[in-house]
Nanobody
């Protein structure tokens, strides 16, 4: 089992920045990839950014150049630095961990609200 706890969400004005953190605990040795997803009411959850154990990253087109995902293996933590935030970035952001056996775990989510 893997437990994920997100933090760092909040209210920010358009153009501002936030940094989300996701701390993993439990069977962390089994974690392969980690990612951030987001979801707004009435829409499907979408992947925002992902990072592999080898630190290869990928991003949704909508956040490229503005968001940066990083991973501190020693602290079992993944971060999402969000710059130049837009109102359309408003969502609940979820941390995701995928094990080598492809089991997925989710955090409880953290709200990000960007005001115009």
């Amino acid at each position: 089992q893997v437990q994920l706890v997100e933090s760092g969400g909040g209210l920010v004005q358009a153009g501002g920045s936030l940094r989300l953190s996701c701390a993993a605990s439990g069977s962390i040795f089994s974690i392969d990839d980690m990612a951030w997803y987001r979801q707004v009411p009435g829409k499907q959850r979408e992947m925002v950014a992902g990072i592999t154990r080898a630190s290869t990253t990928n991003y949704a087109d909508s956040v490229k150049g503005r968001f940066t995902i990083s991973r501190d293996i020693a602290k079992n933590t993944v971060y999402l630095q969000m710059n130049s935030l837009k109102p359309e970035d408003t969502a609940v952001y979820y941390c995701n961990a995928r094990t080598m056996l492809r089991t997925q775990y989710w955090g409880q989510g953290t709200q990000v609200t960007v005001s115009s």
